[in-house]
């Protein structure tokens, strides 16, 4: 998930069109239609949502861990700039009055970042951390220009900021620990840009900055100082530009609740710390964020089953969002990073619980329950529906968790090739992986893993060119490097306990996993990018698919159980006729291609939704 906020400051055309605007704005200009033309071009369009009337969490044995799950720091600084800048920005809207800050949660609230009433002094999101010093781009301590030269300290995505689901319903807001998340990090990328830029080219705005972040009453060489910090920034967001500008026409809009994670991964890790733009890859294979509850005990995680071992995943994810680290300097420790990575075992450990068995179910986090603020499920059809998930949908994935089957199955087991000494008495679910050229869905995220190669220098000691294998053998070496590093250094055994006794498998199969559908009716939109807006119509023809519906709607539709598509002002209209956003297969009908089962009537559709209500 290696998206860049700043890189949309990069572009030279939209300095232009900053500082024009600018000029427009103090000549009093703003009623002629180049003036609407130009802001119209600079600033990002949100939708505007209702008020709630409240706010609930759902229960998933899950209250102890959350608050501190919230805001754990990865290591990460996502945003290049440094928490207290974070919080001295003003929304990039065009006045030469004070506006609005960035951080304001109802502002950042329109992007999808859920409000967090629990700890209003840090005055972050769920999925915000703040983190220890901050280095910028050369190495050096980022401080504040006044003496006493305090550090500054690095702010970053953490786990909950893509995992953590909401959705609305006459009024009450509920959300969902471990859900997906509906956030448009593509916009919040334009929007902290032209914050930075408008920091620079607006009049007073850089003063009000300077204010916030040095304290009152400036100096000028203060100011100068923070001036030149801020044009680093700046100029970093122009390479990164660049690179974004060199692959622009194979990419893919990826807009809310999407992201192309593990493209954003190896974008992070092998052209900005490599620092070799030809590695740099387009963004072809947007995902829906997944559901994360009971993903600590599969035998492979990711939509294509392409890893493994819990640290590497989750390492990987954080020197995705920019935690720091070191590949081209042997002076400075190849593989030297800033990842928290005893934070990243508490927040699998949190996830995961005890070994679950069927007497105590999962442990740690559960997947969410129907609540009783929506309208009751329909018990007879329900029945009815069961039958038909028994014949058609537990084939791949698996009985119903709340079944003696499901625990009994021959399915819990060592992964492949461990011996049984190694582990304190873990059983693994052993999932189906199922063939592309069966369910038929689009094959962009598996095919674009498969496909992808980089060029890696022979001092880093990596044996392939292939996208995966390379990227989980540079994730080992950099864990292996911190667990040698400690005083003293990790001793084996405990090291077997922080990889989650697993090895660092990595592969990259034409097909993707089928996991249990507990909670699925809190996550939409389906299939794995998000190309279903609901339930229904996962179970109806492809023909029967709308071709386009709008992301970012809140509101729960919970007859056909999704979120709303009717048309969203500032939202994203999803067109499934693109490459990465194709809404073929996993289809019943009568067929062949990605057909998995016969057409279902539209009474046996309703059944088999309101039974999936109920897992």
């Not at 840090?122 to 190495?139: C, E, I, N, S, Y």
């Amino acid at each position: 998930m290696a998206w860049k906020p700043n890189s949309i400051v990069g572009s030279l055309s939209l300095l232009f069109s900053v500082v024009v605007a600018a000029v427009i704005v103090i000549a009093g200009l703003v009623a002629y239609p180049y003036v609407a033309k130009v802001y119209d071009g600079i600033r990002v369009k949100l939708p505007e949502y209702p008020a709630v009337q409240k706010t609930r969490w759902l229960d998933q044995n899950w209250t102890d861990q959350r608050d501190w799950v919230h805001h754990a720091d990865q290591g990460t600084a996502t945003f290049h700039i440094p928490y207290e800048w974070f919080m001295a920005l003003e929304q990039p809207e065009m006045s030469l009055t004070s506006v609005g800050l960035l951080s304001d949660p109802v502002y950042l609230d329109r992007f999808g970042f859920i409000p967090d009433a629990a700890d209003p002094k840090l005055g972050l999101p769920v999925g915000m951390a703040r983190g220890k010093a901050m280095v910028d781009a050369t190495a050096q301590p980022w401080r504040n220009p006044r003496a006493p030269y305090a550090d500054m300290t690095r702010i970053g995505l953490t786990c909950a900021a893509c995992h953590t689901g909401r959705f609305t319903y006459q009024g009450t807001e509920f959300l969902v620990d471990g859900g997906p998340a509906i956030t448009d990090l593509g916009k919040f990328r334009t929007a902290l840009g032209l914050s930075l830029a408008f920091t620079r080219f607006v009049p007073y705005r850089f003063d009000r900055f300077a204010e916030r972040v040095i304290g009152a009453n400036p100096s000028e060489v203060e100011k100068t100082q923070l001036l030149a910090q801020l044009d680093k920034v700046l100029a970093q967001g122009k390479g990164l530009s660049d690179l974004d500008t060199m692959v622009a026409p194979q990419s893919v809009v990826e807009g809310y609740g999407r992201l192309d994670a593990l493209n954003r991964i190896g974008n992070e890790v092998f052209a900005v710390d490599l620092k070799t733009p030809a590695n740099y890859a387009a963004t072809s294979a947007p995902v829906h964020f997944p559901r994360i509850w009971d993903a600590p005990w599969f035998d492979w995680v990711q939509y294509n089953s392409s890893i493994e071992q819990p640290m590497v995943r989750n390492a990987g994810e954080a020197m995705g969002v920019s935690a720091m680290l070191n590949l081209t300097s042997a002076t400075g420790g190849f593989y030297v990073s800033g990842i928290e990575f005893l934070n990243l075992d508490r927040i699998e450990k949190s996830l995961a619980g005890k070994q679950p068995n069927a007497s105590t179910g999962f442990t740690g986090l559960k997947s969410p329950q129907w609540p009783a603020e929506l309208p009751p499920i329909d018990k007879t059809r329900a029945g009815q529906g069961a039958a038909l998930y028994k014949e058609l949908c537990q084939g791949c994935h698996l009985a119903p968790v709340s079944s003696a089957e499901f625990w009994t199955s021959d399915r819990w087991s060592l992964p492949a090739g461990q011996k049984a000494e190694h582990y304190p008495g873990e059983r693994y679910l052993r999932l189906n992986v199922v063939p592309i050229s069966l369910v038929g869905t689009d094959p962009a995220q598996a095919k674009d893993m498969l496909d992808r190669k980089v060029t890696v220098p022979r001092e880093l000691d990596i044996a392939t060119d292939s996208f995966g294998p390379a990227l989980g053998a540079v994730t080992e070496k950099t864990i292996k490097h911190w667990y040698d590093s400690q005083t003293p250094p990790v001793p084996p055994e405990k090291r077997e306990e922080l990889n989650g006794y697993r090895e660092n498998g990595i592969q990259a199969p034409l097909a993707y996993k089928a996991r249990p559908l507990n909670g699925i009716w809190a996550t939409p939109p389906y299939l794995h990018n998000g190309s279903v807006p609901n339930l229904y119509a996962l179970l109806s023809p492809v023909s029967e698919r709308p071709t386009k519906f709008y992301l970012g709607n809140r509101e729960y539709d919970p007859v056909n159980v999704g979120y709303r598509t009717d048309k969203l002002e500032g939202g994203f209209e999803l067109d499934t006729r693109i490459r990465g956003n194709f809404n073929t297969g996993h289809e019943f009908g009568n067929g062949k291609d990605g057909v998995i089962g016969r057409l279902l009537t539209p009474d046996e559709r309703r059944a088999l939704v309101e039974y999936l209500k109920t897992m």
